[in-house]
């Protein structure tokens, strides 16, 4: 799940903090994540924790917050 990893950070990084995204999107506006999770290392520990498929169908459980 390395590729799977990499792919949701990076999206999830882009949501948060690329403007072109928020531009497209923009209730992501005012999203952050955990700091932590800056540090794909950090990220890539709990999403192999956390990651889980029923079905073939990937369930997503991060969070980002609104502040």
Do not use: V
């Not at 990076?10 to 955990?34: A, W």
């Not at 709990?46 to 969070?63: A, G, Q, T, V």
């Amino acid at each position: 799940t390395k590729h799977e990893s990499f792919k949701h950070w990076y999206r999830m990084l882009s949501r948060c903090y690329d403007n072109k995204c928020q531009e497209k999107e923009p209730s992501y506006i005012g999203s952050q994540c955990y700091d932590e999770w800056h540090n794909f290392q950090n990220f890539a520990k709990w999403f192999d924790d956390n990651y889980y498929k029923i079905n073939n169908l990937m369930l997503k459980i991060y969070l980002m917050l609104k502040i």
